[in-house]
């Protein structure tokens, strides 16, 4: 699986938006974009993922830039329940040996502030 | 539709005992996936389970395994209890067949080895 790269920390107001930046420069084409959070002492929240168009749910928003080798998870309106460590893992979705394996790297931690 | 669900939450277990700890995965779910969690080496990949085979499996020494019953159901064993065993678990589940990463995720069980 392709390697992330995502700040240790970031900080964000509440009621704005929240940008989590992620590299993975060595993406390749079959792999997918996926972002987890996990909030102190729960197990992970999948969020959201894509393979190279922008993707929108409840929840937040992934950008995807072109050559597919960043990627930016945008919550739009954050609140103090949003800190949390945020994964991005890049990961193909087919199976062999990748069945049902997430690949967690050490993320980075969000932290809203009032 | 109810979540993951684990059990115990909580164990406090000796050096040199066996552990089993359980995972209902949500109704429908048949990929059945566990985690440990330590604050030295973050979330890693236990093994993976899809209609009670084993399809994946991570580094970890065998004193680790799993199984899988008909109704998706699964549980962990450890045996020979290490202190290096101390960590959160946790197992997801997911629906599809092939290899989406879109899991799910239960609160875990917290295991303390003294």
């Known amino acids: 699986d392709a390697k992330t790269t995502q700040p240790p920390s970031m900080d964000c107001a509440e009621g704005r938006a929240a940008n989590l930046p992620c590299n993975h420069s060595?993406?390749?084409?079959?792999?997918?974009v996926y972002w987890y959070r996990q909030i102190h002492s729960q197990g992970p929240q999948y969020i959201i993922h894509g393979l190279k168009n922008n993707e929108t749910n409840e929840m937040a928003s992934l950008i995807i830039t072109e050559d597919r080798k960043s990627s930016t998870l945008i919550l739009p309106h954050a609140t103090l329940r949003d800190t949390a460590v945020y994964y991005c893992i890049v990961t193909p979705n087919a199976g062999g040996t990748s069945y049902g394996k997430l690949t967690f790297g050490q993320g980075t931690i969000l932290t809203v502030h009032p | 539709k109810a979540g993951v669900t684990q059990t115990p939450r909580y164990l406090i277990k000796t050096r040199g005992q066996q552990v089993t700890l359980s995972c209902s995965p949500i109704?429908?779910?048949?990929?059945v996936s566990w985690y440990q969690q330590t604050p030295g080496q973050g979330l890693q990949f236990l093994f993976e389970y899809f209609s009670e085979t084993q399809r994946n499996k991570g580094n970890f020494p065998g004193r680790f395994s799993g199984r899988q019953f008909s109704n998706s159901r699964s549980e962990m064993n450890v045996s020979t209890l290490e202190l290096g065993d101390s960590a959160l678990y946790l197992c997801?589940?997911?629906?599809?067949?092939?290899?989406?990463?879109?899991?799910?995720f239960g609160p875990g069980t917290r295991l303390t080895v003294t």
């Open positions: 109704s429908g779910h048949r990929s």
């Open positions: 060595t993406i390749s084409g079959n792999e997918y």
């Open positions: 997801a589940s997911s629906f599809s067949q092939g290899g989406t990463y879109e899991q799910y």
